[in-house]
């Protein structure tokens, strides 16, 4: 058996000595005390390399010792390097050596080892091949050229000095893999060096444009590494405090902004040591501000191992937080307002808050946490954390500028304030009422808002605020957590407002079910919908319905059109609770739409007495269940004059124990389903979701030939990340793919009332980095195929994430298990999973994309943009077009729309177009002309009956643009229009 390493071919036993001498290398190379146990000598490892040298002379290991000793060429001596690199120079014919790669192999050495290679090197010129002997020649020019250069600049002429700095650095003498070496600057010319090093601009010597792009990247790095090189002696010299400050000037200048302003690492490259000096020197000479001193301390929360330089900057207190995000000068600017003494146990609070590193607080950091409490006072920390918490969704108040690479400063949250703000939200509990429960549980909202790059901007902070939403026992943090449980999607989070509640419900002694139902705040309504408040002569009256929340203001039973003057300054703590029980009527009742929604798949039972307890005459829930239609003992009913009746308008009694479920059209008949659809009309009924109208999927003929999988919604393009977004609002798990060696199981559901677990296989599409990549690797598109049920516990399947097929892996404890065949699924499982792939598709799908006509990039998707914008209509599609056939005669364009199959047609002043009811792309008359209209923001179509279809959103505002054709001004459609 014979193995290749670094293109020799090797024996077995060659291959184990290699890897023998290695090891022996790495632990030989190694510092004292970097190994757990004492390496070999560094003479024991030369001996052992000399043996190969010089005892076997045919050995093929010979040009691969330099390969074992490059990384670390100062650890041995200089014989044993110059033979190990003329070894590889002369006897290594797998790779070809170039005058410029030979140049850089001999400069890595140290300056007594190149010497040697330079003096032996011409008398081995004759053994090697012909190109090879040219190319070694070149090096040796030029190696003297550079040598005759460097002296210069020894002798004190600094011009030369730069001079043969700048040729090393471009011909990459300079590496991160081994520590760089500059030579010495004589002091005599140190200042002159220093000056012109910081004049220089790296991109007046960058290779020229035809160098490649791995050229141009590797050229970067010598000159960063050189740089640091070069620039961290000279600076150890004693400056003055003048010359000081203009070199921290000039190295903050060479990141690109001011010390204030860094946005990312005060690391420059290596010159850490030295600069770090410098600064703190500028400290204690006065000079240093709160916004530099920002700048330190997030670069010493990001080191891996912080530089003990910066240890003075943990030991400053003040300001308790870096300034420069609104919450964070809110509260500064409390604390600038007391004297000291009434400060100081903030400051203490404060530094003791940036302890919370764990997942959750200790007994004993609680204990401590009371006493940190107690000493600013309850009452005034509640009123301050109250106060500073919602600023948190404001931008920054002090804009940093970004790196070059990595996420915007300015959209996530400091470092240092973070650790901070953790453990405040830990002591929150500590002092909380309904006020601050809900600050808190806003404030997962604002932690967990999306940044370009990074994901969710802090979800430690989030997650912190979970946990002090579970301690806190108040209707308020149930409310908060019961709303979270339904609207957050990221994974972690998710997970800890779950446990949240399941800690809440262990307490209350309840099911997580239950609890999520006794969540559902009242806000002070005594009537479904509706909470009157007498705020001296003015009447402030809060309405929820399906148009949201709403606050109206009367005054002798007259309405007003403002909130009164007097309200807001004689009532101001009354007027901020409407304010806020407003805004939580709206989220909670979303919230539980949104978790009804998600139960239409679950066989979910309630007893009358109890659901009309948590239902129907709940003040806030009910506005939500008054709207739906429920089976009551297998009797469908909707809400209707202050009680259920049914499609016919007869009465249906409600039994104390009479099983009351959601409505599903699935199974019903025609009939029944259209019936119900009028009556909700005739009433004026907007539903909270998609229930009357709600689209069923039952098998297809092509489903019962294939078996066990659909491929009823395969062959589809989808943008990845409109998808996934989609995805977690379904409850679905799934993982971005990335553009990288690893594989990814499918998007999944489990469906634990039924024991399942669906699969819907997609796989990343494309091949360029960059076209088919956002800058952090993903995927910007992935292919669909098929979907599958498993039983929940069995192993997932896996596949690549650029594609070639899923495969279940399964360990050594698991059995692979078979997909499960269609037919025998439960029909309202397999409908409602369906349905979830239907919006998907609908909704993610590149061809809904009007920019797209061309295909995309490359025009690669240009046969799939046309069948699907134009093709045949899904389920949801197809409920779509009934809808708007009762729709469409209520409209005041009514005349001017008609449905011709796949189309809605509408007839304008200029034209006639047909807008496609699957995907909203538009063709026009004549000969089927396309015409691209790029969707601007919320339609101008009239209102509909649920808010969830977004397509049919964008049909009416186009439908009602387009019927006025006349009237439009944009250049961009005109210009297509007169065609």
């Not at 011009?159 to 700095?165: T, V």
């Not at 960058?206 to 000279?234: C, I, K, N």
């Not at 500590?430 to 997962?444: N, S």
């Not at 589809?716 to 977004?725: C, E, G, N, R, V």
């Amino acid at each position: 058996m014979r193995s290749i390493m670094n293109g020799v071919e090797l024996s077995a036993r060659d291959y184990a000595e290699y890897g023998r001498l290695a090891q022996l290398v790495r632990r030989g190379g190694e510092p004292t005390g970097q190994s757990a146990r004492p390496g070999p000598s560094v003479d024991a490892v030369e001996a052992e390399l000399r043996r190969v040298v010089t005892d076997r002379p045919d050995s093929p290991l010979r040009p691969l010792l330099w390969d074992l000793l490059s990384d670390g060429p100062e650890a041995f001596g200089p014989d044993l390097l110059a033979q190990a690199l003329l070894l590889y120079l002369t006897e290594n014919m797998v790779f070809p050596v170039t005058a410029q790669h030979a140049l850089r192999e001999i400069q890595r050495l140290p300056i007594a080892a190149a010497r040697q290679v330079q003096r032996q090197l011409p008398e081995r010129l004759g053994t090697v091949p012909p190109e090879r002997r040219a190319a070694l020649g070149a090096a040796l020019s030029q190696l003297e050229a550079l040598r005759a250069t460097e002296e210069a600049g020894q002798a004190g002429d600094a011009g030369a000095w730069i001079a043969g700095w700048l040729q090393r650095v471009k011909v990459g003498s300079y590496s991160y893999s081994r520590q760089a070496q500059s030579p010495p600057v004589p002091p005599t010319i140190r200042r002159a060096v220093l000056q012109a090093l910081l004049a220089l601009k790296p991109e007046e010597h960058h290779p020229g444009e035809d160098a490649g792009e791995y050229e141009r990247a590797r050229f970067s790095q010598f000159w960063l590494v050189g740089m640091q090189a070069a620039l961290t002696p000279l600076l150890e010299q004693d400056w003055s405090a003048d010359e000081r400050r203009r070199i921290i000037e000039r190295l903050i200048e060479r990141e690109g902004q001011p010390l204030d302003r860094l946005g990312h690492d005060f690391g420059l490259n290596g010159f850490e040591k030295a600069l770090y000096r410098q600064v703190q020197a500028e400290r204690e000479a006065g000079g240093l501000g709160p916004f530099a001193l920002a700048a330190l301390r997030r670069t010493r929360l990001r080191a891996y191992h912080p530089s003990p330089e910066l240890k003075w900057v943990s030991e400053i207190h003040t300001p308790e937080l870096n300034p420069g995000e609104a919450w964070a000068d809110a509260l500064l600017a409390h604390l600038g307002a007391l004297t000291p003494e009434r400060r100081a146990p903030w400051t203490a609070l404060l530094t003791f808050a940036r302890t919370a590193s764990a997942g959750k607080p200790s007994a004993k950091w609680l204990k401590a946490a009371g006493k940190q409490v107690d000493a600013v006072g309850a009452d005034t920390f509640r009123e301050v954390l109250t106060a500073c918490l919602p600023l948190l969704t404001r931008p920054r108040s002090f804009r940093l500028e970004p790196a070059l690479y990595g996420p915007d400063p300015n959209l996530v949250l400091d470092e240092f304030n973070a650790q901070s703000l953790k453990g405040l939200l830990w002591l929150a509990p500590l002092a909380a009422d309904a006020a601050l429960a809900r600050a808190v549980a806003g404030t997962v909202d604002a932690a967990l808002k999306k940044v370009p790059g990074v994901g969710p901007r802090a979800p430690k902070i989030a997650n912190a605020a979970a946990y002090a939403l579970s301690q806190m026992e108040s209707d308020a943090a149930l409310s908060a957590l019961a709303r979270l449980a339904s609207t957050v999607t990221f994974k972690g989070t998710l997970k800890e407002v779950q446990k949240a509640l399941d800690a809440v419900a262990t307490r209350l002694t309840v099911s997580r079910e239950d609890l999520l139902e006794l969540g559902v705040p009242t806000l002070g309504m005594e009537a479904v919908g509706e909470r009157r408040e007498t705020l001296g002569d003015v009447e402030a009256r809060l309405t929820v319905g399906a148009g949201g929340a709403a606050l109206t203001f009367s005054r002798g039973g007259r309405a007003l059109k403002s909130v009164p003057a007097s309200i807001k300054k004689d009532f101001a703590a009354e007027w901020k609770e409407l304010k806020a029980a407003q805004k939580e009527a709206e989220q909670a009742a979303s919230a539980l739409a949104q978790r009804l929604d998600a139960l239409m798949i679950e066989p979910r039972v309630w007893l009358g007495e109890r659901w009309r307890e948590r239902f129907q005459g709940h003040p806030l829930a009910g506005t939500v269940a008054r709207r739906l239609i429920w089976e009551v003992d297998g009797t469908p009913a909707c809400h209707d004059s202050g009680e259920l009746r049914d499609v016919e308008g007869r009465p249906v009694p409600l039994r104390p124990a009479a099983e009351v479920r959601l409505w599903h059209p699935l199974g019903r008949g025609v009939d029944e389903v259209l019936a119900w659809r009028r009556r909700l009309e005739a009433l004026g009924v907007r539903q909270p979701f998609k229930q009357a109208w709600r689209e069923v999927y039952v098998l297809t003929g092509a489903e019962r030939r294939t078996g066990t999988y659909s491929n009823r919604f395969a062959g589809h393009i989808l943008k990845q990340h409109q998808f996934h977004q989609l995805a977690a609002l379904r409850g679905w798990r799934n993982r971005l793919r990335l553009m990288v060696d690893d594989s990814y199981p499918p998007a999944t559901r489990d469906l634990p009332a039924y024991g399942l677990r669906a699969e819907y296989w997609i796989e990343g599409i494309g091949e360029d980095y960059r076209t088919d990549t956002n800058e952090s690797g993903s995927f910007l598109r992935v292919v669909t195929d098929q979907v599958r049920f498993y039983p929940l516990g069995a192993p997932e399947n896996h596949a690549h994430a650029g594609g070639g097929g899923y495969t279940m892996w399964v360990n050594q404890d698991q059995q692979p298990a078979a997909p499960l065949p269609l037919e025998q699924l439960p029909p309202l499982a397999l409908s409602e999973i369906l349905r979830d792939v239907d919006l998907f598709v609908g909704v993610a799908s590149v061809s809904n994309d009007p920019t797209w006509q061309d295909g995309g990039p490359g025009g690669r998707f240009r046969e799939y943009w046309q069948s699907y914008s134009f093709g045949e209509l899904t389920e949801t599609a197809k409920t779509r077009a009934e809808y708007l056939g009762r729709l469409i005669p209520r409209l005041k364009i009514a005349e001017r729309l008609s449905l011709e199959g796949r189309f809605l047609r509408v007839r304008g002043d200029r034209r006639s177009y047909r807008i496609h009811l699957g995907s909203s792309n538009i063709l026009m008359d004549p000969n089927d002309e396309y015409l691209c209209i790029i969707p601007g923001g919320k339609g101008d179509g009239p209102d509909m009956d649920f808010d969830s279809d977004r397509v049919l959103s964008l049909i009416l505002s186009k439908a009602f643009l387009l019927a006025d054709d006349a009237r439009i001004t944009d250049p961009v459609i005109l210009a297509q229009l007169g065609r």
